[in-house]
């Protein structure tokens, strides 16, 4: 989730969390991280999300973040195990980043430097490391999310062509992602309307816990509501998400 002002992401996190083992076979693990300011909330589990008593305290609790990462994990490298879960978080530029992948990549062994190496045993991790150690190659400070946008343009396929590599990407200021195979996004604004989850029986009048200039844009393998318009990103696709809206 990516938005244009602090949002918390109970309501899709719902319907989410019932996609890990109870009504999809995602069962192997679950994370998510909220940014706040220049802080980061990250919290995972190898238990299913559906069962985990940690995704209980995020459904009851109703933080509140500009850009939000969560995954449920089908274990395709790496045992069930807590250092396996996704999101992955790594500093750069005095920043965090947070990643998330959903795929298998076959036969990928990239050349990871002292500043960047893997503690489980994914393939996922194995990528995030790569690609924060090529960015950290490419730019000497932090340069501007549409030149970071270029740069993982440039970066993506070299990984993309060892298998499925649908991924998230955030630094707390922009949220990237990249579709490999699958992946949507809906862009929520004024007027805003009710929505009823597909994975549950919840519905929300989203007027009613929003004003008029909030903007907020949420990204799925597989759409969360039955009664919004999502959007189907394009195979090998990369968008940029800013302030709640796709900016390229």
């Known amino acids: 989730m990516n938005c244009n002002t602090p949002t918390d992401v109970t309501f899709s996190f719902s319907g989410f969390a019932q996609r890990g083992g109870r009504t999809d076979h995602h069962a192997d693990g679950w994370g998510i991280a909220f940014f706040e300011g220049a802080g980061l909330r990250h919290f995972v589990d190898h238990q299913s ?9 995020i ?3 109703p933080i509140k973040s500009r850009n939000v ?10 045992a069930v195990a807590l250092e396996n879960c996704h999101p992955f978080v790594r500093e750069l530029w005095g ?3 947070v990643f998330a992948h959903n795929g298998n990549l076959e036969n990928f062994h990239p050349n990871l430097h002292a500043g960047f190496r893997p503690v489980g045993a994914t393939d996922s991790e194995q990528a995030f490391c790569w690609l924060m150690q090529e960015l950290a190659k490419s730019h000497a400070s932090v340069p501007t999310a549409q030149e970071l946008t270029l ?3 440039e970066l993506t396929p070299r990984i993309a062509r060892h298998g499925t590599f649908n991924f998230l990407l955030s630094n707390g200021q922009a949220l990237w992602a990249h579709c490999s195979t699958q992946l949507y996004f809906v862009e929520r604004k004024h007027p805003f309307a009710h929505a009823q989850l597909a994975d549950e029986d919840l519905n929300i009048d989203f007027a009613q816990n929003t004003s008029a200039s909030d903007k907020v844009a949420v990204v799925v393998t597989a759409p969360l509501t039955t009664n919004e318009e999502w959007t189907a990103f394009a195979p090998g ?6 302030d709640g809206a796709s900016v390229g």
């Open 49 to 57: 999300a559906c069962d985990s008593p940690v995704a209980e305290l």
């Open 59 to 61: 459904r009851r609790d």
């Open 69 to 78: 990462i969560a995954h449920i994990r089908k274990a395709t490298q790496g």
């Open 95 to 97: 920043r965090y980043w």
């Open 151 to 153: 740069t993982l343009r």
């Open 237 to 242: 696709q990369l968008r940029l998400f800013v």
